[in-house]
Structure formats: structure tokens, C-alpha cells
């Protein structure tokens, strides 16, 4: 078991470009989550699937941020015309009914 | 709707001494309780969970918890802390049957030599 797998673990865009973070999560878990985190903010909620069904996009921002996920074994986070305060950590996890939530590593995202 | 609240952003402990970290939360059934770490440049690591019986439960390098439903508190406790363990800790919530963790935000633990 690898855990979760996220790429690529440091990504630096310039303002104005595509940003998209893949996230591979454990196999046989049903719930994939994408979390960002930040110094100011802490760690914030972004969105979360289940069986690939998008459940809970609550925390997303409205415009420039999209979560996908096309098959069981992957999902991605697509951040268009990046910001600098779109600079954060995100974290993707995914999860099975009565476990607990199993993390990646993270992709640092820096836009310059 | 549940909430976590980490009352204290940062604690400061000597290296030997004993340890706790607060957690209270919000929810009105009783929910699935994590206690989890996370070390510079990594993801969050679980250190222990709680879905129900013993109120105190035995995490990884001597951590343990205890969860009081009359309080609505999960504190964390070591007994004897290594600097090894400065990292942020995070308390987090699952309502029962639900999906979705709802986290606190976090406390440093800087352990002091």
C-alpha cells in the first residue's frame, strides 16, 4: 500500500497560468477529499467525492478552481489563471465508511 | 452543523515534561474523533482515533486521548514529551455515518531542550 499519491510534490507557475495537481488515491477507498493549506488560513475544506460522484464542493473558490474525477484511481485539481494567493499546500486524502481519513504528502504550489 | 475548536495556536513544553493538547468540538450525536500530526513537508499522519467504548484510547508513540461526550472535549496527553514530537497537532471530527472530517486549526507544539 503506497498511501496516497499526489504529483507533483512542488509546482511553481507563473500568474496567469494552468495549474493542475493530480492525487491518486488508496485503493478501494470510496471518498477522495482535496484540502489547501495555508499559514493564514490553516487548513481549509475544498471539496470531496464519493464513489466519483462530486458530494461537497463547498470550500472551492467560484471561478478558477475545478476538482475532477474521471476513474476510481485518480482525481485531479485544476486551478486556472493562478493567482499568488492561490500559493498554498494542497492536500488530497481519501477515505472508506468507517475509517479514518489517510493523507498524501501534498503538492506545494507556488505561483510567481 | 459539527465545528473543532483548538483553543491554543502554540505550546511550548521542556523535553521530559508531560503534555496536553485541547480539542473541544461541536455535534449533537457522537461523533468519530481523530487525533492527527503533521511533521514539516509532510501530510497529516493519523496519531489515534476514537469511535466509541473506552473513553481513552492508546495512539502511536505513547499518545493517548480521551474523549468526555459531557464536555464535548477529546484532549490529548503524553506523559513525557521528545523533541521529536514539535510538530502541529490537528483534532478532527466525522459525524457518524457522514464522510466529510471537519478539522480544527491546529497547535504547534514547539518542545523545548
Known amino acids: 500500500n503506497a498511501g496516497v499519491i499526489q504529483t507533483p510534490r512542488h509546482k511553481v507557475t507563473g500568474k496567469g497560468q494552468e495549474a493542475t495537481l493530480w492525487c491518486e488515491p488508496i485503493s478501494g477507498h470510496s471518498a477522495v477529499f482535496w484540502y489547501r493549506q495555508t499559514i493564514v488560513q490553516g487548513l481549509e475544506f475544498l471539496t470531496y467525492?464519493?464513489?466519483?460522484?462530486?458530494?461537497?464542493d463547498s470550500g472551492m473558490p467560484k471561478e478558477r478552481f475545478s476538482a475532477q474525477m474521471p476513474n476510481q484511481s485518480h482525481s485531479t485539481l485544476k486551478i486556472q489563471s493562478t493567482q499568488p494567493q492561490d500559493s498554498a499546500v494542497y492536500l488530497c486524502?481519501?477515505?472508506?465508511?468507517?475509517?479514518?481519513?489517510?493523507f498524501g504528502k501534498g503538492t506545494r504550489l507556488t505561483v510567481v | 452543523a459539527q465545528s473543532v475548536t483548538q483553543p491554543d495556536a502554540r505550546v511550548t513544553v521542556s523535553e521530559g515534561a508531560s503534555l496536553q493538547l485541547r480539542c473541544k468540538y461541536s455535534?449533537?450525536?457522537?461523533?468519530?474523533l481523530f487525533w492527527y500530526v503533521q511533521y514539516p513537508r509532510q501530510g497529516l499522519q493519523l496519531l489515534l482515533k476514537y469511535y466509541s467504548g473506552d473513553p481513552v484510547v492508546q495512539g502511536v508513540n505513547g499518545f493517548e486521548a480521551e474523549f468526555s461526550k459531557s464536555n464535548s472535549s477529546f484532549h490529548l496527553r503524553k506523559a513525557s514529551v521528545h523533541w521529536s514530537d514539535s510538530a502541529v497537532y490537528f483534532c478532527a471530527l466525522r459525524r457518524t455515518g457522514g464522510y466529510k472530517v471537519v478539522f480544527g486549526s491546529g497547535t504547534r507544539l514547539l518542545v523545548s531542550p
Open positions: 467525492f464519493r464513489n466519483q460522484a462530486p458530494i461537497d
Open positions: 455535534y449533537s450525536g457522537t461523533p468519530y
Open positions: 486524502a481519501s477515505s472508506s465508511p468507517g475509517l479514518e481519513v489517510f
